[in-house]
């Protein structure tokens, strides 16, 4: 289904903002509470938090982050996806999220429909709501919707980038690269795994793969540490394997490099027992695979075997 209509009655130009916005309403469903909790008011209002609150923001971008061959559901439930992996990176749960959209006047009404289906049944799987938001008119052949999702921290630890000291263990969920093979959207938030990470005392600092292992791995580095990755440990993933017959470059490097893996990159206390903690995961996670990649050594002190990241780039915004 093209995003963009070539019949003016089939466009959102042919409903006008107040019917797409009573359209919007019922599209969401029961995701999107009556006012002043959901869509109607100025503002949404939300309960007292708990817990810390955790606030994050992620857009998708028409011709950025997808393209005519991705379903209109999956790109609607992509935008919530992203923004809830930020959410497991920091081992909360999501609570409510506005969204606001840019649309071209000739923007497909059905497909815009199906964007917002795709979104409630996301939302309805991970029992948040969508509160509200804005809609705004964007040149011809844009379309963007940019999502701010709250959440709340799991418990009274929250888990961010930093804490990891040398010795310490690196590990990763799941397989890496090749999301250019659809990957991209149809990836699970690792919300569950956050959230029990967080709770265990060995892991000092988690972030999801969003720019490629070679670029993230610098936001968990602290002063004074390098990584040592090891090659043969990085968990390639199949699509990487099969991007990597077309491209000619080697599996490794789709996968430190492709990008929206959105997978969870942490550190676990050097001093804590690897087998243990190993087998709590295999035991509370079977079916997602985990893989200890290398550690933290100190900077200026060569680790032999390690991983020469030099070569390697993720994905660089603005450039």
């Given at each position: 289904?093209?995003i963009?209509?070539?019949r003016?009655?089939?466009?959102?130009?042919?409903l006008?903002?107040?019917?797409?916005?009573?359209?919007?309403?019922?599209?969401?469903?029961?995701?999107?509470?009556?006012?002043?909790?959901?869509?109607?008011?100025?503002?949404?209002?939300?309960?007292?938090?708990?817990?810390?609150?955790?606030?994050?923001?992620?857009?998708?971008?028409y011709?950025?982050?997808f393209?005519?061959?991705?379903?209109?559901?999956?790109?609607?439930?992509?935008?919530?996806?992203?923004?809830l992996?930020?959410?497991?990176?920091?081992?909360?749960?999501?609570?409510?999220a506005?969204?606001?959209?840019?649309?071209?006047?000739?923007?497909?009404?059905a497909?815009?429909?199906?964007?917002?289906?795709?979104?409630?049944?996301?939302?309805?799987?991970?029992?948040m709501?969508?509160?509200?938001?804005?809609?705004?008119?964007?040149p011809?052949?844009?379309?963007?919707?940019?999502?701010?999702?709250?959440g709340?921290?799991?418990?009274?630890?929250?888990?961010?980038?930093?804490?990891?000291?040398?010795?310490?263990?690196?590990?990763?969920?799941?397989?890496?690269?090749?999301?250019?093979?659809?990957?991209?959207?149809?990836f699970?938030?690792?919300?569950?795994?956050?959230?029990?990470?967080?709770?265990?005392?060995?892991?000092?600092?988690?972030?999801?793969?969003?720019?490629?292992?070679?670029?993230?791995?610098?936001?968990?580095?602290?002063?004074?540490?390098?990584?040592?990755?090891?090659?043969?440990?990085?968990?390639?993933?199949?699509?990487?394997?099969?991007?990597?017959?077309?491209?000619?470059?080697?599996?490794?490097?789709?996968?430190?490099?492709?990008?929206?893996?959105?997978e969870?990159?942490f550190?676990?206390?050097?001093?804590?027992?690897?087998?243990?903690?190993?087998?709590?995961?295999?035991?509370?996670?079977?079916?997602?695979?985990?893989?200890?990649?290398?550690?933290f050594a100190?900077l200026?002190?060569?680790?032999?075997?390690?991983?020469?990241?030099?070569p390697?780039?993720?994905?660089?915004?603005?450039?």
């Open positions: 289904m093209p963009f209509a070539t003016p009655a089939a466009s959102v130009a042919s006008g903002e107040q019917r797409l916005i009573g359209h919007v309403r019922r599209w969401l469903g029961d995701t999107s509470p009556r006012a002043p909790f959901g869509i109607g008011d100025d503002c949404a209002v939300l309960p007292p938090a708990r817990r810390a609150q955790l606030v994050t923001t992620d857009p998708v971008i011709g950025r982050h393209d005519a061959g991705v379903p209109a559901r999956q790109v609607g439930a992509k935008l919530l996806k992203r923004n992996s930020d959410i497991a990176a920091m081992g909360g749960r999501p609570v409510a506005v969204i606001s959209l840019a649309l071209a006047p000739e923007t497909s009404h497909w815009l429909r199906s964007f917002y289906l795709g979104l409630a049944a996301t939302a309805r799987h991970y029992r709501q969508i509160v509200g938001g804005d809609i705004t008119e964007a011809a052949g844009f379309f963007g919707a940019f999502l701010t999702l709250q709340e921290a799991g418990g009274r630890h929250i888990v961010t980038r930093s804490g990891a000291r040398a010795g310490d263990r690196i590990y990763v969920t799941g397989r890496l690269g090749g999301s250019r093979l659809g990957g991209h959207y149809r699970i938030p690792r919300l569950r795994e956050g959230a029990w990470l967080a709770g265990r005392p060995e892991v000092r600092a988690m972030m999801d793969l969003s720019d490629g292992l070679a670029k993230d791995i610098g936001s968990l580095t602290g002063p004074g540490l390098t990584p040592a990755l090891c090659a043969p440990a990085i968990p390639v993933s199949p699509a990487a394997r099969r991007l990597a017959r077309r491209t000619g470059r080697e599996p490794l490097a789709h996968a430190l490099c492709d990008g929206e893996d959105y969870l990159l550190v676990v206390r050097g001093r804590s027992a690897p087998a243990a903690f190993e087998a709590a995961w295999r035991r509370r996670f079977p079916r997602t695979p985990l893989t200890r990649i290398g550690l100190p200026g002190q060569p680790w032999a075997g390690a991983l020469d990241l030099a390697y780039h993720g994905y660089e915004h603005l450039r």
